[in-house]
């Protein structure tokens, strides 16, 4: 990453300036004396006001030098905040205050927590000086529990508010699916969502219906004939090919042992396999990992409980990323240089 | 030096515009150059004896007296019984307008032609004992250097020319006037000047002077491109001497110009015939011995 500090290229309309110097208009008032110009038609008064480009190569080493400048700035990063809190919107505020106080942070700036504060936090440790302290307060489902301990150069603490007894009965995201086509069909399918509901740790509920609404995210169908027209889902579970011609140019998958078919078409993606209803359990549970690893949605994370993460690193990685700065900064210094010298060449 | 160079006539006015020493340019240009401005009696140097003077520098080493030096160990020069009654006067022009360049070669402007060309006539009128004086019209004044003979006034009078700039414009009628009493002997004048500003004080003093019967011969100096009318097109100009804005020349003003200025100088001549002037006209970038030998024949021509 280049810029964090993207809003110093606004500064781009500096460049006007020496443009505007270096295209003065000026006035014909140079003449040449001739003895013998009472000889010559008198012409009008030369109110000649001519916009002209003067000194060419100046200006296009001024602009140089004002572009390199913005882009020093922008890629130059001087830290500048100090002791922060980061403070969730969402947090109970007396339980929010009790915690800045117990980490001594009274005094501190606050902050929002912006969402993913972690990730956020990494491209963003350079504003904060060396001797910075930070504090995250949130709710713990705000801060998502990474998977390695983060490594960052100041010292973060992170004070979770863990939710209470009533409030951790966790609602699980529901999974709207309508089944339809043979309803003597349906109990495997019914049997298949249990089992679903079930696996995971309950964490998705899977609720069927029989008509598709805005929610639904599958529709299975199950049945030889066409669909109704409206009906439109993200996925389609089809045991027969047969209403879809857009299954006639289906790309094949093997996941899990399956033999998945798939096709995409206005109603949504098509899936089809010999496998479902499952017959078995195991059928039903190799439809199931495999779903899950076909389905981009990732599981809820998981709540990041109060720690301090101490400073892990020494120095910043601002120094790798800094490297066209110092580029920036010797050809910066070059250009200036060949500004002096062309203004010096310029006056004499 | 054993050369066979030999320069060619703009080459040799350019290495003479360069020269400081106008004494040396004198030498160059009236080396071969017959003398005599006027049908005078007296032939040179030493053709009376009158007496004997102490050598003074400048003093030519011919007209030292060798037995003389021998016999006393000093240097001395004869001077010649000479009282020629024709005083000459050389009239400059240094307004602004002399300072005009050529546009061929480098460094000659008409002031350094004028003044070059009075300085020779001065020491040819030197040569021939003639009294000389110098008037220089600069700057709206006019300058008197008197009358007077010898190799030291040579030196005045090349000094007085040496320090004329170009600068202002002519005097007024009331200031030549004024000055106009220098002129009670018969007399010889000469004028250099570009003499753009006709009838203009100047000429009618020149006039005047010849209605009182002095000899007075104009020498009228122009440029090459002035007669070839080959400014550079697209530029502006101004007058130097009045201000009247600017003026411009396009290709298709050139043959206005040309005729405007053939018609002012056909003019300039035509008052000088009337008035039995001596009138040459030169360009700065002729050779200059040559345009001194057509000017002094002219008045020669004149006189017989």
């Not at chain 1, 890629?75 to 800045?100: H, M, N, S, Y």
Request: charged residues 20%; positive net charge; glycine residues 6%.
């Amino acid at each position: 990453m280049l810029s964090s500090y993207p809003f110093w290229w606004l500064a781009l309309p500096v460049l006007l300036l020496p443009v505007w110097w270096h295209r003065q208009k000026r006035q014909r008032l140079k003449a040449e004396p001739l003895a013998t110009a009472r000889f010559l038609p008198s012409a009008a008064p030369e109110q000649l006001r001519v916009w002209q480009w003067r000194d060419r190569l100046l200006l296009l080493v001024r602009c140089l030098m004002l572009v390199v400048l913005i882009a020093w700035l922008a890629a130059t990063i001087f830290p500048w905040r100090g002791d922060t809190v980061l403070l969730d919107a969402g947090a109970d505020k007396t339980w929010a205050e009790q915690q800045i106080a117990a980490a001594g942070m009274g005094a501190a700036q606050r902050i929002e927590l912006p969402p993913h504060g972690l990730q956020w936090l990494r491209p963003h440790e350079r504003d904060w000086r060396p001797s910075a302290r930070l504090l995250i307060v949130a709710r713990a489902d705000q801060v998502a529990m990474p998977a390695r301990v983060p490594q960052f150069s100041h010292q973060v603490e992170v004070r979770a508010k863990l939710p209470t007894a009533a409030a951790s009965a966790l609602v699980p995201a529901g999974r709207h699916v309508v089944l339809a086509g043979a309803q003597e069909q349906g109990g495997p399918w019914r049997s298949l969502f249990a089992a679903f509901d079930r696996a995971g740790d309950g964490a998705i509920r899977y609720t069927l219906a029989a008509e598709p609404s805005a929610k639904t995210e599958l529709i299975v169908w199950d049945s030889t004939a066409a669909p109704p027209a409206g009906w439109q889902a993200p996925h389609w579970w089809l045991t027969s090919a047969t209403a879809f011609p857009e299954l006639a140019t289906a790309s094949t998958l093997t996941i899990n042992g399956l033999t998945l078919k798939y096709a995409d078409s206005p109603r949504g993606r098509l899936w089809l396999t010999d496998a479902w209803p499952p017959r078995d359990a195991d059928t039903a549970r190799a439809i199931y990992e495999a779903w899950q690893q076909l389905n981009a949605a990732p599981a809820p994370a998981y709540p990041m409980p109060s720690q301090t993460l101490a400073a892990a690193r020494s120095a910043l990685p601002a120094i790798t990323d800094a490297k066209p700065a110092t580029w920036l900064a010797l050809a910066l210094l070059a250009l200036f240089l060949l500004e002096r010298i062309l203004t010096h060449v310029r006056r004499n | 030096m054993q050369s066979n160079f030999k320069p060619s006539a703009a080459t040799m006015t350019a290495m003479m515009a360069q020269t400081k020493d106008l004494e040396l340019v004198i030498r160059h240009v009236l080396a071969g150059l017959g003398h005599g401005l006027h049908a005078g009696r007296e032939r040179g140097a030493g053709v009376e004896f009158s007496e004997y003077r102490a050598y003074a520098p400048g003093d030519e080493w011919r007209r030292v007296d060798w037995k003389l030096l021998a016999r006393a160990d000093r240097y001395f020069v004869r001077e010649a019984e000479r009282d020629s009654h024709v005083a000459t006067w050389l009239w400059l022009d240094a307004s602004a307008s002399m300072a005009e360049p050529s546009r061929e070669i480098n460094g000659v402007d008409k002031l350094w032609f004028a003044r070059t060309v009075l300085a020779c006539v001065a020491a040819i009128a030197q040569r021939q004992g003639d009294a000389f004086g110098l008037v220089v019209c600069s700057g709206g004044k006019v300058e008197f250097t008197q009358a007077s003979r010898g190799p030291r006034q040579l030196q005045r009078v090349l000094a007085q020319l040496a320090k004329a700039k170009p600068e202002g414009v002519l005097p007024s009628a009331e200031v030549l006037k004024a000055n106009l009493h220098f002129a009670r002997s018969p007399s010889l004048i000469f004028a250099a000047s570009d003499f753009l500003d006709w009838p203009s004080p100047l000429s009618e003093a020149l006039l005047r002077l010849r209605s009182l019967r002095h000899d007075v011969r104009l020498l009228t100096l122009r440029t090459q491109a002035e007669v070839d009318a080959s400014f550079r097109a697209g530029a502006a100009y101004r007058d130097p001497e009045l201000s009247d804005g600017l003026h411009r020349l396009t290709n298709a003003d050139r043959d206005s110009y040309r005729q405007q200025s053939r018609a002012h100088f056909d003019a300039v001549a035509t008052s000088c015939r009337q008035n039995n002037i001596v009138h040459y006209e030169a360009r700065i970038e002729q050779p200059l011995g040559g345009v001194l030998r057509s000017w002094l024949q002219l008045a020669g021509a004149r006189a017989k």
